[in-house]
């Protein structure tokens, strides 16, 4: 009888034994790596992607993005020296670059091959827009009578122009030098502007509007004679140079359908391709431009909406990790205003508010 109550006894201890080395033993690790991506910081996710893009930009020879992608990823990890040093030597280098194709330009307009010169100078402010040197030559040594004259419309800006007019609307800084303007002046309706043509050597094309009205036949010989130079540039896709011969077509011939559907298409066709190059706030301009019953321009005003909206998320996020707080919240509801639906914009505008009355309170 004792030793079966000892028996019992040495069971309920073995037993206490286990529990305790069971209660004692370490927690099960969590997964790491690919299997649980949702617990990866953002930031550094974000910053990888820029990381990645940065590298891809140098191996194409497009320093001046690669240089825009390193200072975010220098924006989201600021403890990096080694990417601090990197943007140092990439500017170095991107001046270096700028200042040879400068020196070719001065050879070639030494040599007077201005079509040459003109190329080099382009190519040396694509890569330091504000090379003086480079400027002054394209504005005062090489322009002569190749320029356009366009007319300022309401709500223009120069990045619109140089949009319309270069396919770039990063070339604002020439139509701003060569008409001694600020980057940030206003522009005023009906104000001319000069707009150096770039390209090749063309016969001048003015298209100030007419002071006076002109007899019917000889208007409608000249609209006539404005489509078909219209078609002409359409049918090469030059779809900037045929939608501003088209305004003024209707300009004096409001009604005439074939420049309504020549003016639609030509916007369309250029909003999809500024869509392609993953330009959206530009894309979003040129599709407002065109009839909203016209073809998929709904869903590609929405399609471009969409985009934008995550560009002004990320641009958000990039503030808030700089501790721009206000600049961040002021980016996320420009995101909701084209995205009411985005899943993170609006808890995170709670978010950064919270946190600037905590810091007001502070203060």
């Not at 604002?172 to 770039?198: E, G, Q």
């Not at 995550?310 to 996320?332: C, D, N, P, Q, S």
């Amino acid at each position: 009888m004792k030793k079966l109550f000892y028996h019992k006894i040495w069971r309920v201890v073995l037993a206490l034994l286990a529990f305790v080395a069971f209660s004692c033993a370490a927690p099960p690790k969590k997964p790491t790596g690919p299997k649980a991506p949702l617990e990866k910081d953002p930031f550094s996710i974000l910053s990888e992607k820029y990381y990645n893009k940065a590298i891809k930009y140098e191996k194409e020879g497009e320093l001046r993005k690669a240089l825009q992608s390193w200072e975010i990823v220098a924006s989201l990890t600021p403890t990096d020296e080694g990417v601090t040093k990197k943007i140092e030597t990439l500017k170095t280098q991107i001046q270096t670059v700028a200042d040879q194709h400068f020196k070719k330009g001065l050879s070639h307009y030494q040599r007077k091959s201005m079509e040459a010169a003109c190329k080099e100078f382009l190519t040396a402010l694509n890569y330091n827009p504000n090379h003086r040197e480079a400027l002054n030559y394209l504005k005062h040594k090489l322009a002569g009578e190749d320029y356009i004259l366009y007319q300022v419309k309401g709500g223009d800006t120069l990045k619109e122009i140089a949009e319309k007019t270069y396919n770039d609307p990063h070339k604002d800084f020439l139509i701003a030098y060569f008409n001694d303007l600020r980057m940030d002046t206003k522009l005023v309706p009906r104000n001319t502007l000069r707009l150096p043509v770039l390209e090749s050597k063309t016969a001048k094309l003015t298209i100030e509007p007419k002071e006076s009205a002109k007899e019917a036949g000889e208007i409608s010989a000249e609209t006539e004679e404005m489509l078909s130079k219209a078609l002409a540039y359409y049918k090469v896709k030059k779809y900037q140079e045929t939608a501003s011969i088209i305004e003024k077509v209707l300009e004096y011939d409001p009604a005439n359908k074939q420049a309504h559907d020549l003016i639609n298409e030509s916007y369309y066709q250029m909003g999809k391709l500024l869509t392609q190059k993953k330009k959206y706030q530009e894309s979003l301009d040129v599709f407002n431009r065109v009839n909203s019953g016209y073809k998929d321009v709904k869903e590609s005003v929405a399609f471009a909406k969409k985009h934008l909206a995550g560009e002004h998320y990320l641009r958000g996020v990039k503030y808030f990790t700089e501790e721009e707080l206000e600049k961040a919240v002021k980016e996320w509801e420009v995101t909701l205003t084209l995205d009411p639906n985005h899943p993170k914009a609006k808890k995170d505008i709670e978010n950064a508010s919270s946190l600037l009355q905590k810091l007001k309170e502070i203060k």
